[in-house]
């Protein structure tokens, strides 16, 4: 049987609109996406949970208990960035056992769990709290191209994961440059190795990811993440309903999936979708196929990074420089994955040593945190030379970073005092502390406009 991921609420959002999607916009259409049939719907995480407090004025873990409620008979599904959790430096265990634990509490069956360099030594804490809390950890590969990851390492990676006690295995490729050969290569190498389901997540950025999802269902994969169809291409995932048309034609058993539901489903987002191309924040670069990643092997998102750094700088004239500068720096870092933090990481990096006119003159303070070691472990060998040079006098981290970061929860509870009315509230400071503390304000404020409007109707 293969099973759909419906990615409308999570990253179809992030990925088209910034992660701008009021709950009030969804919330009307939650009971009928929970007869679909899906095998799950992504709804929290990424950056969901930031845009919930920074753009929306939403609390995230409202949001979340509203779609359990709205949704009981479907799978909750939400993105974790491994002991990032979700943002973008590593936390101590305490805050990362807890997230997970209270994101199940509050209603996620299944997390995705990923590190930006595939270093498993931060997913390990989050795989096994959401095993031992009754979830669904799916260990996710951070796919990528490079001359150290082979077949081979990937269904390695994917063993260890199932060792672990991943119960799934999703191949995540956030920049869509993954080919239908690959996947299906991939696929069969992984299903050597290991008993667990497979899920395929991609993008539709460089227009191959229908042919991607097709061929990683033949190869095997039990999974695909859809989305459906007005918010479905380009940076997004490709069509749900599309993928059940052709998949069902070809005789793939589809389950439950119910195609009259689908098309309701996509009805009701068609005018949402309207109108976020009238208010400007979907804008047609987003929703148009881009083959540059496959030229450059540099992820869409990126290259617009590049683009619009040396665009800031006057130095477009420099942009050849630039392509040719990128890959040799990330050599230079063990070719960590293109994506979020790498992929700034290395851009930037890329973009100072060629504006400099000497490479590794200045060096970012994230790059020196990199070769500390304070993301992880380079997957491949880096370059001694430059990380000594980026080290100076510092030392590296002996073992794995958040073994070195003191416990946070506790200590924050005590310092917010009555700010925080739960414990979730807590995590929301921890994870987003400026963007939690005007969030707190702003419930507050709405709070006593609410008592003075009762009173203002009382003496009446
Ligand atoms: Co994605």
């Known amino acids: 049987m293969i099973g759909f991921t419906e990615t409308v609420l999570r990253d179809a959002n992030q990925s088209l609109i910034a992660t701008r999607l009021p709950y009030d916009k969804f919330k009307d259409i939650l009971s009928t996406m929970d007869k679909a049939g899906y095998y799950s719907v992504e709804c929290w995480g990424g950056a969901t949970f930031d845009s919930c407090l920074r753009y929306l004025n939403e609390d995230p873990w409202e949001r979340l208990r ?64 959401t095993v031992n809390n009754g979830g669904i950890a799916s260990g996710a590969i951070s796919y990528t191209q490079s001359p150290v990851h082979s077949l081979d390492a990937f269904a390695s990676l994917s063993s260890e994961m199932q060792k672990m006690g991943c119960q799934t295995i999703c191949i995540k490729d956030m920049a869509g440059v993954m080919s239908p050969k690959e996947a299906y290569d991939l696929i069969h190498a992984i299903k050597d190795k290991v008993s667990l389901p497979i899920i395929l997540h991609t993008h539709c950025t460089t227009g191959l990811a229908y042919m991607t999802a097709l061929k990683a269902v033949e190869a095997g994969a039990d999974v695909i993440d859809t989305a459906t169809s007005c918010f479905s291409g380009g940076t997004s995932q490709p069509a749900t309903e599309t993928l059940a048309f052709a998949l069902g034609q070809m005789g793939y058993d589809l389950g439950k999936l119910d195609t009259k539901v689908l098309k309701e489903v996509n009805d009701f987002f068609m005018p949402v979708k309207e109108e976020f191309v009238q208010n400007g924040m979907l804008i047609p670069k987003v929703l148009s196929t881009d083959t540059n990643a496959l030229t450059y092997k540099i992820p869409g998102g990126m290259l617009s990074n590049l683009i619009a750094q040396l665009r800031a700088q006057n ?87 958040a073994d070195t970061l003191e416990p946070i929860v506790e200590k924050t509870k005590a310092e917010l005092g009555d700010k925080a009315e739960s414990i979730e509230d807590v995590l929301s400071y921890i994870a987003f502390p400026a963007q939690a503390e005007k969030f707190f304000e702003a419930r507050e404020e709405a709070r006593s406009k609410r008592v003075k409007y009762t009173i203002s109707v009382c003496e009446d």
């Open 66 to 129: 509203k779609i359990r409620e709205a949704m009981p008979n479907t799978k909750l599904q939400m993105l974790l960035r491994g002991q990032n959790v979700l943002g973008y430096k590593h936390y101590p265990d305490d805050f990362v056992k807890l997230f997970v634990e209270r994101s199940i509490a509050n209603g996620i069956d299944i997390i995705r769990i990923f590190d930006a360099l595939n270093d498993l030594r931060n997913i390990k804490l989050a795989v096994e709290t």
């Open 315 to 401: 130095a477009m004239d420099k942009f050849d420089e630039v392509l040719l500068e990128t890959p040799r720096v990330r050599e230079d870092l063990g070719y960590p994955p293109l994506v979020t933090p790498m992929s700034q990481m290395v851009g930037v990096q890329a973009v100072t040593n060629v504006l400099q006119g000497e490479r590794y003159k200045i060096i970012s303070k994230e790059v020196k945190a990199y070769f500390r070691g304070e993301y992880g472990k380079a997957p491949g060998d880096v370059n001694q030379e430059v990380k000594a040079k980026a080290l100076g006098d510092e030392k590296e981290v002996e073992g794995r970073y």
